[in-house]
């Protein structure tokens, strides 16, 4: 299937003490910013043990992984709430002692085969995201849009979270209406009861 669309960069925070993911407001899932482009990337490990002058074993386990996603532009709110850091009448502060949460995130591709369209969901159950960069230009003799990049680590599961269980680093699943997909990448972020 070809990506031909990429929409919902969605994400919440963990709360820590309760193993699930924070209670929504007005039961919606927050929206970091309408998505230019989104990229997974994983690292495997490489290990190979040689005996008997062979390779005998191979280890290609999970060793990490980023995600990289391009947004039009981060409200002052979510910035400050995926930065851990404080908000006081629309002014943002960051502090050397602020601790940036680790979050759920995921979003919903837009694939097409044979001329049928599917959505696809790709979830990531614990990140944290790294830098947030605001591109800024000035005007010349024509306007261009800026925009802003967020990279954040992709960490497996060390404890189960809302249901999903250790180990747990990526979830994907394609449906065939945006509803369907919306409505699942909504319920993984949602506190699971």
Known sequence: MAGI?????????????????????????????????AKITEERNNTKLYADDKQVEVDNSFKAATVAITID????????????????ENEVTENSEDTIPELGYGHIVIKKYNGVKKYKVEFLPRIQVKTITMD??????????????I??????????INGMKIGD???????DTLTEA???????LTPST
Do not use: H
Request: glycine share 6%; with cysteine; hydrophobic share 30%.
């Open 151 to 160: 990279e954040a680590d992709v960490m497996e599961l060390t404890e189960a």
């Open 182 to 188: 919306e409505t699942y990448l909504d319920g993984l």
């Open 5 to 37: 669309g990429l929409r919902l960069a969605k994400y919440n925070k963990i709360d820590q003490t309760t193993k699930k993911y924070k209670t929504l407001t007005d039961s919606k899932v927050p929206v970091i910013g309408r998505l230019i482009d």
């Open 169 to 175: 680093w990526k979830k994907v699943q394609t449906f």
């Open 136 to 149: 800024s230009k000035t005007k010349g003799e024509s306007i261009e849009f800026s925009t802003a990049s």
């Open 73 to 88: 532009d981060v409200l002052d709110e979510t910035y400050a709430d995926i930065k851990g850091c404080s908000i006081e």
